[in-house]
Each structure stands twice: as structure tokens, then as C-alpha cells.
């Protein structure tokens, strides 16, 4: 080979190497880089170890194993990269940039209840939260996406506190094919997007509860003021941004006071990050809950229908444009045994109440069943009405 080959060669391995060189910087520039702040707790401090009991000693079981929830974190993001942005260790890098952009999994509520009905002992637990984007330099929440598991398990006994325990680490690392909150924290990162322009952000600011609703709910979800209409919020803002594939700015009643979250992450940083002020206000009411019987099944069992009913509305604050109003109703059918001497109906109004705002959501994106939302809401312009609002949902992506 002459010289001149060997020449032309080299110039054309520098050429590639320089181009993928470049290609990878221009990737990397083209995506925005965010640390991982890690796991956190909303709301005061103070208080963190009195309001989320198991999720804290959860979290120290890992720490001492070796293995906390923010590596696992990272782990799962160094499998799994995000579609849209580029994921940092150390959210110290972020100092002294203009825009410093950051993302944790704040645990907003955790829920653990046992109720007793003759010899078995219901054991709930749920864990709610967020996948929370901020801006590290402004302390402004910049993007968020609910998040939630809840496992439920039925005892001979009263559950023992390592049993409790036990289900609590399910509902973090998930159960069977169901992804627990950690992963379901990842998933949300690697889909969310973080768009150049400032976004339009959607938020539930109201929420009523009609006292034949409220009653049909159990102590765990109502007793404390503020829980019951938190829970509700919870319903529709994870519905909304799971299936629509949207954010939603956290219930202020239920995360902030005047608009300022508290956020205190493992490590004992704690932050004070600023709400965005919604462009559309998403208002919610549950009206009530009915259990009809619907007919003998053969074998003694009989088959209910269990309803729920609410009202949705969603406007622009500023010019009061309405883009949905409707009342709204859904129905789930369920076969009892005739040998059941007692029946849970909580867990039924439930799926009843869930699956409106899911179907609702679904309608929003599209992919929709067309003749329930026509037969669910009361709206004769429903479907003029849905086409606003998914028009909506695309200006907060």
C-alpha cells in the first residue's frame, strides 16, 4: 500500500471518528441534561417521620443494606434512558447554570389501614406521589406526574407490623407484573418530555364531595379534613396524565400551602419550590354512589351493578372559557356469592369512580369508548365538548 492510501485512510478513520464525536455532542446538547435529586417527602419536615411512618423505615432498610432508593433509581434510568433528556448523577452540577433542571420522587401520601369483618382482617396500604421536575435555581415545579400503587390483602389475623411492613415494600418494588411506585416513577421519566417553551399548565384546583358520596367512604380516606378531597384529586390528576400523557400541577389543598410545596429530600436537603399558577382548572364533584341489583346468577350468587357518579368541569381561569361540563356516571358489575356473609363495597365503588375518570381520560386522548361516554354524560354536545378539551391537552404537553 503507498503512502498516499495509507494517508487518504487516516484522514477518512479521523473524519468518522470526529463525526461521531460531534453527533454525540449534538445529541447530548439536543436533549436537556437533569439531575436526579433523589427520593423525598412532601410538606413539612417536622413531620415527615409522623406522616410516613413505613415509607421511612422502608427507605432506612434499604439504606442500611446498601442499597437505597436512589440507586435503584439510577439503576433502572441507566437501563432504561429517558426518551427525551439525558439523566445526571449530581444534582451539585447543576450550580451556577441559568436553567438547572432536577427530578425526584416525592411521596405525597401514605396510607395504611386494617379493618376487621367477622374473622378476616382487610390490610390496605397506598402510596401516593409525584414525579416532580423543578427548576433547582428558580425553585420553580416545572413539570409533574402522579403516581400511585395500593395493595390490598385479606388476614386470618390481625397483621403484625412486619407484615404491614412486608406489603408496604410491595407497593414501593411492585407485585407480580404490576410495577410498584419506584418503577412507576422511572416510567414516567423516561416518557415525560420537557419542552423548550414555556408550557401551559393544568391543575385540579376544586374538588366536592356530596355528603351521600362521602359516606360510602371509608375512615381511612376521610378522616382527616382535606383527605377525602386529596384522594378525589389523586383520582383524576392520575387518570388525566397517565392516559392522556399529560402533567398536572399537584392539589394545593392537599401538597401546599399558598402555592409553595415543602419537599424534604433523603439526604435532609429540604426545598421550598414554588407551584406553577394553572391555565385550566380542572373542577370535580362526586355526587354519590348506588348499588342496584341486577339479577340471580345460577349457583345462589347474585350479580350488582355499582355506580358512581360525578361532575366535570374544566375552564380557562382568565376568560372563563369552558371546554367540558358534564355530569357524568359509570357502572361496574360484580357477582357475590351467596355463601359471602359480608361484602366490602368500597373496593367496587371504587373500581366504579376510578374507571369514570379513566374512560373519561381515554375519551381525551382519543382512544375512547365512544358509545359509554354518549351513554355517561349528561352533555348533549359531548363529543364538541371532547374535541375542546383534547385540543387543550395537546397545548400542556
Known amino acids: 500500500m503507498s503512502v498516499f492510501s495509507s494517508d487518504v485512510s487516516l484522514r477518512r478513520f479521523f ?17 436537556p441534561e437533569v439531575a436526579f435529586a433523589g427520593f423525598a417527602y412532601s410538606g413539612l419536615a417536622s413531620t415527615t417521620a409522623e406522616r410516613f411512618p413505613h415509607s421511612t423505615r422502608y427507605e432506612k432498610e434499604l439504606r442500611d443494606a446498601g442499597t437505597p432508593i436512589g440507586q435503584r433509581v439510577t439503576q433502572m434510568l441507566d437501563a432504561t ?43 390496605m396500604v397506598l402510596i401516593r406521589g409525584q414525579a416532580m421536575f423543578f427548576d433547582f435555581k428558580s425553585m420553580n415545579v416545572v413539570r409533574s406526574y402522579p403516581i400511585s400503587f395500593a395493595y390490598i390483602d385479606l388476614l386470618n389475623h390481625p397483621p403484625t407490623t412486619d407484615e404491614v411492613q412486608a406489603r408496604v415494600k410491595l407497593v414501593y418494588q411492585g407485585t407480580g407484573d404490576k410495577s410498584g411506585v419506584i418503577a412507576r416513577f422511572v416510567q414516567s421519566v423516561v416518557k415525560a418530555q420537557l419542552p423548550a417553551t414555556v408550557p401551559r399548565y393544568l391543575q385540579v384546583t376544586s374538588v366536592q364531595l356530596k355528603p351521600e358520596a362521602l359516606v360510602v367512604l371509608p375512615t381511612y380516606i376521610k378522616g382527616q379534613p382535606g383527605a377525602a378531597e386529596t384522594w378525589a384529586a389523586d383520582l383524576v390528576s392520575e387518570a388525566i396524565s397517565t392516559r392522556v400523557g399529560v402533567p398536572i400541577v399537584p392539589y394545593a389543598k392537599g401538597y401546599a400551602i ?8 433523603s439526604d435532609g436537603t429540604v426545598y421550598e419550590l414554588k ?48 371546554y367540558l361540563s358534564t355530569a357524568l356516571k359509570n357502572g361496574e358489575t360484580r357477582v357475590i356469592p351467596a355463601s359471602q356473609s359480608y361484602v366490602d363495597d368500597f373496593p367496587h365503588y371504587y373500581d366504579a369512580v376510578n374507571g369514570l375518570f379513566v374512560k373519561l381520560a381515554q375519551a381525551m386522548d382519543g382512544k375512547g369508548d365512544e358509545k359509554w361516554l354518549r351513554s355517561a354524560a349528561s352533555a348533549r354536545d359531548i363529543d364538541q365538548q371532547i374535541a375542546s378539551t383534547r385540543e387543550l391537552m395537546q397545548q400542556c404537553k
Not at 471518528?17 to 436533549?31: D, G, N
Not at 449530581?90 to 450550580?95: D, G, M, T, V
Not at 380542572?282 to 361532575?311: D, H, M, N, P
Open 258 to 265: 399558598g402555592n409553595v410545596m415543602s419537599m424534604k429530600i
Open 275 to 322: 407551584l406553577p399558577q394553572p391555565d385550566y382548572e380542572i373542577k370535580v364533584e362526586l355526587s354519590g354512589f348506588r348499588k342496584v341489583k341486577f339479577s340471580e346468577v345460577q349457583g345462589g350468587a347474585s350479580s350488582f351493578v355499582y355506580g358512581a357518579y360525578a361532575q366535570m368541569h374544566i375552564e380557562e381561569p382568565l376568560s372563563r372559557k369552558t
Open 15 to 31: 473524519i468518522i471518528v470526529a463525526w461521531l464525536v460531534s453527533s454525540q455532542s449534538a445529541l447530548a446538547q439536543k436533549f
Open 81 to 123: 434512558p429517558p426518551s427525551h433528556l439525558r439523566i445526571i448523577p449530581q444534582i451539585e452540577s447543576l450550580k451556577g447554570r441559568d436553567q438547572a433542571l432536577a427530578v425526584a420522587l416525592v411521596i405525597g401520601a401514605e396510607t395504611v389501614s386494617v379493618e376487621q369483618f367477622g374473622n378476616a382482617h382487610k390490610l
